[in-house]
């Protein structure tokens, strides 16, 4: 489905994957599962396979997604993390107070061990992410704006599927 600038290429109530030209979007609501992982990394597969590696990633993680993960999932994530090389990786773990910081911990610890050679940076504001990988896509040809790509993730934020509530 398309939304202006962004290819929303899927959503459930917990993650949501668009594209934005050459960059590839996730939006995490909820701790994702392995089925969420796996299907992250298919899309991102196809992005990588597309544009040779040309391309970046904008990931934000709401306040809700910094949970409890299963510990197949946290492997799962590390593997998906080592698996492709690209132009830079924005990864945005909003809110304040301490769960969101330790979030942001855990995601600098992962990278740091993954030894990831491009460049990356973790934010806890969106447009702060945006702004930074802007520049470095830039370099290599890949053209957008920090507002295209605010104005994708939020499409992409838009399009996760509320969960009914439970009675």
């Known amino acids: ?7 929303i290429h899927f959503a459930d109530s917990r993650v949501a994957a668009a594209t934005c030209g050459g960059v590839f979007i996730s939006v995490l609501r909820q701790p994702p599962t392995l089925e969420n992982i796996n299907r992250l990394r298919a899309e991102t597969r196809r992005l990588h396979d597309l544009r040779g590696g040309k391309y970046g990633s904008l990931s934000i993680l709401e306040p809700s997604a910094v949970a409890n993960v299963a510990a197949d999932v ?12 690209m132009l830079g990786a924005a990864i945005i ?35 702060d992410g945006a702004a930074w990988l802007v520049p470095i896509l830039a370099q290599a040809g890949v053209l957008h704006t920090a ?21």
């Open 1 to 7: 489905m398309r939304v202006g600038e962004a290819v």
């Open 74 to 85: 946290r492997e799962a994530s590390a593997r998906f993390a080592r698996e492709f090389t």
């Open 93 to 127: 773990v909003e809110g304040s107070g301490f769960l969101p910081a330790a979030g942001r911990t855990l995601i600098a610890g992962i990278y740091l061990l993954t030894k990831k050679t491009y460049p990356h940076k973790i934010f806890a504001k969106p447009a």
């Open 147 to 167: 507002a295209e790509l605010l104005v994708a993730a939020e499409a992409a934020r838009q399009a996760i599927v509320p969960q009914l509530a439970e009675r």
